[in-house]
């Protein structure tokens, strides 16, 4: 099942939750004492970031796969680590990541610390908006040595945050994404209700993937509803994408959001009614449009408001698409609009022109 960290962070104590997180991760993800301690270190400097320059946040730290997927082979899980906050954000972040830089008469070496020791590590910030900070920390040592490079036929990387409702260990939403041939699909899986049960029914799904992953998506939902039929079931989406003919087709049942932005602006995509493993609809349509560079794939499940603004920020995409979710759920939170269910947001996004994941 998912395990998910949910760290707030709005007093020193808290940066020692942070650390115990990620040493909690780490032990999932089967990395050896230097790789722990590594993910413990980044854990404990972005925690007392949120403290120093933010006034508190939020840390989500779980196990993901990889932002770009090795061709022919499963890839081993990484350990997340993403440090939100609402505070004033950054005018520079570059000069921010140089060390010996610091606005609160501090040595400066956390976040350039932290981007030499993860494997991968990306920075979002607006002044007046807050900052998203991300790493990922996997079994090798070096900067993407443990997060495999993307191959020539990959076009495409992902990434998400899950936040489970109430601050529960298990979230009863979880995503994944899969490589078949020259079919990438990402899914994501909102068991029914929250808690255990609903945890069980999504990571039943996040296995039938697995198997079924060379199938078109109204396949796959075909597949993954046998399959869920001893769990309480879920709403599920999977979109895919065809690296050959440059092709997205998504199919959705249940009340999975799914947006979709080409070079004409937001569009939505729309699921059937039911439930996977419960109340299968007859008929499960696919929806199509052309990938390309220019365009992004939001997908969330219903603890995120259903009237969220889409980000216009138009360099957005060349982001981490964790960050990219990170983003999202951090602008579509409101104290006005309390959270009732587990939130996952899952990202599918070009690989940029040079290759980094």
Known sequence: MPRVWDVPVHDSTRVRDARVAAEGAAALAGLDGNRTAAAAL?????????????????????????????????AASVVQIAAIDHGPGMADVPAALRDGFSTASTL?????????????????????????????????????????????????????VNIPFGGAEFSGDAWAWVRAGHRTTLMLADGLGHGPDA?????????????????PPAE????????????RGAAVAVAQLDTGTGRLTFSGIGN??????????????????????????????????TWGADCLLVLHSDGLPSRWTPPT???????????????????ASSSARPVRDDTAVAVLSPVPPDGTP
């Open 42 to 74: 980044v854990a404990t400097e972005l925690a007392t970031n949120l403290l120093k320059y933010a006034k508190g946040g939020q840390l989500l730290i779980e196990t993901v796969p990889p932002p770009v997927l090795p061709a022919g082979q499963e």
């Open 108 to 160: 400066g070496a956390g976040l350039g610390a932290c981007r030499r020791i993860a494997d991968d590590f990306d920075l979002h910030s607006v002044p007046g908006r807050g900052t998203v900070a991300l790493a990922r920390i996997g079994t090798a040592r070096g900067r993407h040595h443990a997060i495999a490079p993307a191959p020539v036929a990959a076009t495409a990387r992902a990434g998400g």
């Open 199 to 215: 945890a069980r029914a999504s990571s039943a799904a996040v296995e039938a993937l697995r198997r079924s992953g060379h199938l």
């Open 220 to 231: 796959v939902l075909r597949y993954l509803d046998a399959e869920l039929r001893p769990t």
């Open 256 to 289: 999975i959001g799914a947006r979709l932005r080409t070079r004409e602006g937001w569009r939505p995509l729309l699921s059937r009614p039911g439930i996977v493993g419960a109340h299968r609809p007859t008929t499960i349509p696919e929806h199509h449009a």
């Open 313 to 331: 920020d138009a360099c957005l995409a060349s982001f981490d698409p964790a960050v990219i979710a990170s983003v999202t759920v951090r602008d």
